[in-house]
């Protein structure tokens, strides 16, 4: 005869047994851990906190230079000084030059080379 194990049967791990209904769940699943220094979450690569202002939105605004009003994409990252300057260009050209300052400024903020005021990296989500 064998002895038994004391690491349970040789036939594997007991199955487990779903907790009772209304037993709380352990403080670990109760919810994810939120970084009050990054509310939106951090860069992968940088470790960078997100900015609260979107990409997606920024861009969006920004091509309505297609339109003649370039600038409020800008105006929406907090950056109303160049926003101003590319109102009154995109007037004083009679919206040519908004077309090119708009399509131009919208792929660099799609393409992530366009940071908010305080320096951080726009996040993806709307």
Same mark, same amino acid.
């Given at each position: 005869?064998?002895?038994?194990?004391?690491?349970?049967?040789?036939?594997?791990?007991?199955?487990?047994?779903?907790?009772?209904?209304?037993?709380?769940?352990?403080?670990?699943?109760?919810?994810?851990?939120?970084?009050?220094?990054?509310?939106?979450?951090?860069?992968?690569?940088?470790?960078?906190?997100?900015?609260?202002?979107?990409?997606?939105?920024? !861009?969006? +605004?920004?091509?309505?230079?297609?339109?003649? $009003?370039? /600038? %409020?994409?800008?105006?929406? =990252?907090?950056? @109303?000084?160049?926003?101003?300057?590319?109102?009154?260009? !995109?007037? +004083?050209?009679?919206?040519?030059?908004?077309? $090119?300052? /708009? %399509?131009?400024?919208?792929? =660099?903020?799609? @393409?992530?080379?366009?940071?908010?005021?305080?320096?951080?990296?726009?996040?993806?989500?709307?």
């Amino acid at each position: 005869m064998t002895e038994p194990s004391p690491f349970g049967s040789d036939q594997g791990p007991a199955p487990q047994q779903p907790p009772p209904a209304g037993y709380p769940f352990p403080p670990q699943y109760q919810g994810a851990y939120m970084d009050p220094a990054a509310p939106f979450g951090r860069h992968p690569v940088t470790g960078e906190p997100y900015s609260d202002k979107s990409k997606i939105v920024a !861009g969006l +605004l920004q091509l309505l230079g297609l339109l003649g $009003i370039v /600038g %409020i994409g800008r105006i929406y =990252l907090g950056d @109303t000084k160049l926003g101003v300057i590319q109102l009154i260009v !995109g007037i +004083l050209t009679c919206t040519v030059g908004a077309w $090119i300052w /708009g %399509i131009i400024d919208a792929v =660099l903020i799609f @393409t992530d080379n366009v940071r908010d005021p305080q320096g951080r990296p726009l996040r993806d989500g709307a």
